[in-house]
């Protein structure tokens, strides 16, 4: 849409956050509430968009947002109507803005989508959303005739008949710039955008209203109490989205799923789980309960049970847990099983492979078909530089086994239990003992 840019107004302070990041800054479902009104602005055509923020937060905006926006400074926290004044020169050469308030995490494209067009096919100078309801108390309320709206009482009392506003304005720029400078200032000093209603009624200009009746869409934030609840409701919107393509979520209330997370088909959350970043799972797989998977991959007919995984990839056929963590740059390839309270970092394990519970594998390269015994560490710090272990296939490390780093073990070498090695091993080789000898026979 060449002709439409999207005016994001957060140039408030925030001050009923009780936060010292601005609130259009919080994260719900991974992604911050100022990226999540660009996305659904995105999608519904709008190509060229521009935000007002707090001049203090200008550098955190420009590093949290990662679509390309233009950032425009308020200096002074005066009111959503001079907000829209210092955007003039940003605004002027379209010939429509798409206004929104800066706080609305649940608007849609499709909502979005509705208001453009009926904008466009009206006579109105601007056209804005309405919504009723209880939950929305506070709001302003339109006094209207037929569809059009005369004027808004700030904060009036209202009926569940009412209808309210939404702070979702479809704009013509060249009546909008006539009508800025002309705006009433409220008690508080601030400018009210909504002042322009009754500019507009005095010159018999229409502004026009579309209905959204009960929808959550128009939900605002301005305390932490409010981002809790809806983090709530998108969390669910989420969650049913999935289930809705054949994921099966046992409990979508203890289950905690980001924007970004892609999951197959016949795959099963368990409670109390949480996906985030761009995750993706794929078909059959058992995650949770109480799992953490972060930024990974995770490939078919793997089972991850009351584990933490973080930017890994984990590949098809493989069991891990429960109270396992796989850290970042960890890879592991199929069929491979890993027992309880496991602790792998940044290594390579082969196909076929086995870890015994209370292992510590970090820094290392092992092999297909390699079994590591219960309680095996590799011992990769010496306290000022981290080394790297090789293991070859087909070998076996006994329990409690310790591989002093930077260490090569060939293939097929056995390691007795309770070992400490500290040489590199040949192919083929039996070693046992503290430190480890090789037997002869």
């Known amino acids: 849409m060449k002709n439409w840019i999207s005016l994001s107004l957060s140039g408030g302070k925030s001050s009923r956050f009780k936060s010292t990041s601005h609130k259009a800054l919080h994260l719900i479902a991974g992604k911050n509430i100022a990226s999540i009104i660009i996305d659904q ?4 055509g709008i190509v060229d968009n521009a935000i007002v923020v707090p001049k203090e937060h200008v550098t955190d905006f420009k590093s949290k947002i990662d679509k390309k926006i233009s950032i425009i400074p308020q200096s002074k926290a005066t009111g959503t109507g001079d907000a829209i004044k210092i955007s003039i020169n940003t605004i002027k050469k379209y010939k429509y803005s798409l206004i929104i308030n800066g706080d609305l995490p649940l608007i849609t494209s499709k909502m979005l989508k509705k208001i453009i067009i009926a904008h466009e096919k009206s006579q109105s100078v601007m056209t804005l959303a309405a919504v009723s309801g209880d939950k929305y108390k506070g709001y302003g309320k339109l006094i ?7 004027h808004i009482e700030e904060r009036k009392s209202y009926t569940a008949a009412d209808y309210l506003n939404a702070g979702i304005y ?15 200032k409220a008690k508080t000093n601030e400018l009210e955008f909504t002042s322009i209603v009754k500019i507009a009624t005095k010159k018999d200009q229409l502004i026009k209203f579309i209905d959204f009746k009960d929808t959550d869409e128009a939900l605002q934030i301005n305390t932490g109490e409010q981002l809790a609840s809806v983090r709530r409701i998108i969390n669910n919107i989420i969650c049913i989205k999935h289930i809705s393509k054949g994921v099966e979520i046992v409990d979508p ?20 789980s949480f996906i985030t970043g761009k995750t993706v799972i794929k078909n059959n797989c058992s995650i949770g309960p109480t799992t953490t998977i972060n930024k990974s991959i995770i490939k078919d007919d793997t089972i991850i049970e009351s584990s933490k995984i973080n930017n890994a990839e984990i590949n098809k056929n493989i069991q891990i847990g429960p109270f396992c963590q796989i850290r970042p740059g960890t890879k592991i390839l199929n069929n491979v099983k890993i027992g309880s309270y496991v602790e792998i970092k940044n290594s390579l394990i082969g196909q076929n492979c086995h870890i015994g519970h209370f292992s510590y594998i970090g820094d290392t390269h092992i092999e297909e078909s390699v079994n590591i015994g219960a309680g095996t560490v590799t011992a990769n710090y010496d306290g000022k530089k981290k080394y790297k272990t090789y293991i070859g296939k087909n070998t076996f490390i006994g329990s409690n086994a310790t591989l002093v780093a930077p260490i090569k073990l060939g293939k097929n070498v056995f390691i007795g239990a309770g070992s400490v090695v500290i040489n590199n091993v040949n192919d083929n080789q039996t070693l046992v003992g503290n430190p480890a000898k090789s037997l002869k026979k």
């Open 253 to 272: 209330s203890t289950t905690y799923i980001d924007f970004d997370v892609k999951i197959g088909k016949n795959t099963i959350i368990k409670p109390n």
């Open 170 to 184: 479809a704009v013509n720029n060249e009546w909008l710039i006539d009508n800025i400078n002309k705006l009433n």
């Open 41 to 44: 602005v995105i999608q519904s």
């Open 144 to 150: 209207t005739k037929g569809n059009q709206v005369l």
